[in-house]
């Protein structure tokens, strides 16, 4: 499965931007698809997430202001950003999870897009 995301860039505080990432490459079906983000210096953590059933989990501080989507025909996920705030400065990637031959769930993950939010 590959990963492609798009929409990063940069936006005022307090704009909003709009993020999607497509996979291809496979016709398996993916349990997860979701956005987590990295700034320097710091881990990479979960922003947000959806199953192939359209249940959702944010992380509480993209609670209320993203929103986390899912076209599963196109095999696209969306985030849309609303409210942005200096911190929500990072490296967003996409990422899918998968039911394959892997240990446990196979995993991918996009390269990131950037998304800059400034003052």
């Known amino acids: 499965v590959q990963l492609q995301a798009s929409g990063g860039g940069l936006v005022q505080l307090g704009g909003s931007l709009n993020l999607s990432c497509v996979a291809s490459g496979s016709s398996t079906t993916l349990v997860y698809m979701g956005w987590y983000r990295q700034a320097p210096g710091e881990q990479r953590v979960l922003v947000a997430k959806?199953?192939?059933?359209?249940?959702?989990a944010y992380a509480v501080n993209a609670r209320g202001r993203f929103i986390i989507s899912r076209d599963h025909n196109k095999n696209i996920v969306y985030l849309q950003m609303n409210h942005l705030v200096l911190a929500d400065t990072a490296r967003y990637y996409c990422?899918?999870?998968?039911?394959?031959?892997?240990?446990?769930?196979?995993?991918?993950w996009g390269r990131g897009t950037q998304v800059t939010v400034s003052s």
């Open positions: 959806v199953t192939n059933t359209d249940m959702t």
């Open positions: 990422y899918a999870a998968w039911h394959g031959d892997c240990p446990t769930i196979c995993e991918g």
